[in-house]
Every structure is written in structure tokens, then in C-alpha cells.
């Protein structure tokens, strides 16, 4: 069927900063970031000092004033400096859509000088993009960078149970651990609990060397790893000791109720049915519990069934419990790493 084209508009808009002392933040190195937007965005843009030239098509230029003002409203308003990356550049790509119906943001003076008098199209950026979805430790801060990753901070921050299921590097233990941090330094709950299960060792960890700490340490590391991230080692270190954070395999959870606290099960698609149930059994008073996993990496032994599945179908319709579900597409370390995913998902399905 044939089908007319519609004409592309172009369009130039000029944006002006105010703080030449944050341009190179916003720049990059070398101005990595402008020609990184250049790039992917198919649109011309020349700096000059204090003002940026952006020219194209006018929904490509449109798009990449929305971010460059997003951007720069971002770097403005950090008490500490923050350097943009491509990152977030793509992450503020996945959040925008095109409504020429709604107003642009207003980072800063703009001056748009669309060709035969066409209209810049204007940007929508998602609610889930608001300021709220931002988590602020004392350490440091971070924001998501996809709607479902914003859709689950919110869903840590308002419901005491929360699954998070996905692809790894979908940041969903590295959120959660986030999240709580942030709830424990407001004075939320009073301790953070993280656990896993040690299946490759079947949880029968004596034949381990070292004392119990370093027989389990190297199946909960990444959550270490995250939570020095957010306090640092030493605060890691003093809290541990104190007891107000607690890393320890699923099997020690067993005849315990966990109230005022914090609770992440990480990897749980690793729990057999009647681990998973012994955990949410746990759920004590003003607790929070995070469920996060991967149903399509279970490593169990064939046959078993998954205690992550098999609770999931189970509580979906209680409306306590939110159920966020990740997709190739959140996937936040290196971009190969999406492709590679979605190479293996068509492998499976033909």
C-alpha cells in the first residue's frame, strides 16, 4: 500500500546558560556529550561560549533541547558537581516522548527560530521522570533511568511488599539496596536485612574454609558491593557490627520475625517453594520485604519448582504487593549487554 510522506520540518533553536563554570559538565570531555547527542539524536549542534545552536529536523530538535535543558536543570541544582554521561543522555531519551500539544521545560533562556514559520514541536516527558523518583542518601544520590526503574523506586517507597523480576543489570538489587539506605537514614525502619540463597553450596556451607562470615560473603558480595556504594565501607563495616544491617543466606532466616526492618531476598528465582514461603512468612511489623529476581536463570535442580514463579501466580491479586516487571530494555550496563539478551530471547523463540 502506498503511503504519502509527510515533509520533515527543519528547525533551529538556541538555548543561552547563565554558569559558564557548569558548561563543562554538561559538555563532557572534549564535548563528548553534545557530539554524542549530535549523534544519535541526527540533529547539528555548535556551541558558542554561553549558547548552544541546536538545527534539524524540528521534532529531533525539539527532543534534544528537552534533554539538553533537563540536563542542565539537573547539573544546576546538585550541591555537589555532577559530570553528564551518554548514560544519562539515554536515559533521558527512553523517559521522553513527543506531545506537541504540552510545554517544554524552562531550563534556562530559549530562543526558537523554527524555518517558514513551523512550530518546534514540544516535548513530553513522563511523570515518572519527576524530581520524587529521585533517591538521596547522605553519600550520594541517583535518579532512574527507565520508566519501570522509576515505576519500581516508587513501589519500594509506597508498598510494603515489591517483586522486582527481570533480566540482569536491571538494576534491581542495586535500587532496592538504594532505597532502603535512604529509608534508614530517614529514620523508616531500623535495620536493613539482605539475604540469598546459597544454593551452589546447597546452604550446607561447612566444608568452606574460613569462620561463617567468609564461607557466605562470596554468594552476597554484590550486595556488599552496593551498599558501600551508598554508606561506604567503614559505615558498612560499624553497622554490621551494631546489627542494624544484617547479610546472611535465606536458610537463616528460619523461625525469625523480621519487624522494623528492611528485607531484600535477592536471586530469588534460586528458592524452592517452600523457602519462599518460609520467607514471606517472616513479614513482621512496619517491614518492608523486596522480592527481586530472574525467573529465566534459575538454577535449581531440573525438576524443582521455582519458589519465585510459583509465589508470583500465587499473589498477584493481592493488591498490597506490587509486581514490577523488567525488560530487556532496562538494562543498564553496557549496551551489548541489551543485545546480547534480546540475541538470546529470539534464539528461544524460533
Request: charged residues 25%; hydrophobic residues 35%; proline residues 5%.
Amino acid at each position: 500500500m502506498y503511503q504519502v510522506k509527510q515533509p520533515r520540518s527543519f528547525a533551529i533553536s538556541v538555548l543561552e546558560f547563565n554558569d559558564l563554570s557548569l558548561l563543562p559538565l554538561l559538555y563532557g570531555e572534549h564535548n563528548s556529550n553534545i557530539s554524542y547527542l549530535e549523534k544519535t539524536l541526527q540533529v547539528h549542534i555548535a556551541d558558542r561560549g554561553n549558547t548552544l545552536s541546536i538545527s534539524g529536523d524540528a521534532t529531533d530538535v525539539a527532543l534534544a533541547e528537552h534533554i539538553i535543558q533537563s540536563l542542565w536543570d539537573r547539573v544546576s541544582h546538585q550541591k555537589k558537581p555532577v559530570m553528564i554521561a551518554p548514560d544519562d543522555i539515554d536515559a533521558m531519551i527512553r523517559f521522553t516522548n513527543p506531545d506537541p500539544t504540552s510545554d517544554s521545560s524552562d531550563g534556562g533562556k530559549k530562543k526558537s527560530m523554527p524555518d517558514n514559520d513551523q512550530p518546534v514541536a514540544m516535548l513530553r516527558t513522563s511523570p515518572a521522570i519527576d524530581d520524587k523518583n529521585a533517591i538521596h542518601t547522605k553519600r550520594r544520590s541517583l535518579s532512574p533511568r527507565t520508566k519501570n526503574q522509576a515505576a519500581y523506586v516508587d513501589a519500594l517507597r509506597t508498598k510494603e511488599m515489591v517483586y522486582g523480576v527481570g533480566p540482569a543489570g536491571t538494576g534491581k538489587t542495586y535500587l532496592a539496596v538504594a532505597v532502603g539506605v535512604e529509608m534508614y537514614e530517614k529514620g523508616i525502619i531500623e535495620r536493613l536485612i539482605f539475604c540469598r540463597p546459597a544454593v551452589e553450596a546447597g546452604e550446607k556451607l561447612g566444608f568452606l574454609p574460613g569462620d561463617m562470615r567468609e564461607k557466605i560473603d562470596p554468594y552476597l558480595r554484590p550486595i556488599y558491593d552496593s551498599l558501600n556504594d551508598f554508606l561506604g565501607a567503614d559505615r558498612v563495616e560499624k553497622m554490621l557490627e551494631r546489627g542494624e544491617i544484617e547479610i546472611a543466606p535465606l536458610a537463616f532466616m528460619r523461625g525469625r520475625t523480621l519487624s522494623h526492618a528492611y528485607v531484600v531476598l535477592d536471586e530469588a528465582q534460586n528458592t524452592t517453594s517452600t523457602q519462599m514461603k518460609m520467607f514471606l512468612s517472616r513479614m513482621g511489623e512496619n517491614s518492608r520485604m523486596i522480592i527481586t529476581g530472574d525467573p529465566s536463570q534459575t538454577d535449581l535442580v531440573s525438576g524443582e519448582v521455582s519458589g519465585l514463579k510459583e509465589s508470583m501466580s500465587i499473589l498477584h491479586d493481592i493488591e498490597e504487593i506490587a509486581f514490577i516487571k523488567f525488560e530487556n530494555a532496562d538494562v543498564v550496563r553496557h549496551k551489548l549487554v541489551g543485545k546480547i539478551l534480546n540475541a538470546y530471547d529470539a534464539k528461544k523463540t524460533k
